[in-house]
């Protein structure tokens, strides 16, 4: 049987640390966007401009992911207040101990991984 509550409190840092870079992130597009309009930079001609498009684009895909991360711990945590943690949600196999340690949000076990966390 896992350990649910060890993994609660390992789910619930990783949420602290992806709350806290999602604010640093969007914190980052904020000022990179009013360096863009105190720049006024024309993206395709000067090369201040698409740097600044790219940090931006760099930026905005790091925030989904974070985000998307996000949602798998939440939805993990959910698992947990359901006493459904563990359990793969395809097969309803017990998803193994090594493989929640290296992922405790995965909603299932390595067979029916493909595609997911
Ligand atoms: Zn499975």
Request: hydrophobic content about 40%; aromatic content about 4%.
């Amino acid at each position: 049987m896992v350990d649910v509550e060890r993994f609660r409190i390992l789910l619930q840092e990783e949420r602290d640390r992806k709350l806290a870079l999602l604010t640093a992130l969007r914190q980052d597009i904020t000022s990179v966007n009013a360096a863009r309009q105190d720049a006024n930079a024309d993206d395709e001609h000067d090369p201040e401009g698409a740097t600044i498009a790219f940090e931006l684009s760099q930026a905005s895909a790091l925030l989904e992911q974070s985000r998307a991360g996000l949602a798998q711990i939440e939805a993990a945590l959910g698992r947990i207040d359901a006493g459904r943690y563990g359990i793969c949600e395809v097969c309803g196999d017990e998803i193994a101990e090594g493989r929640l340690e290296a992922r405790p949000w995965t909603p299932s076990c390595i067979r029916h991984s493909a595609g997911k966390a």
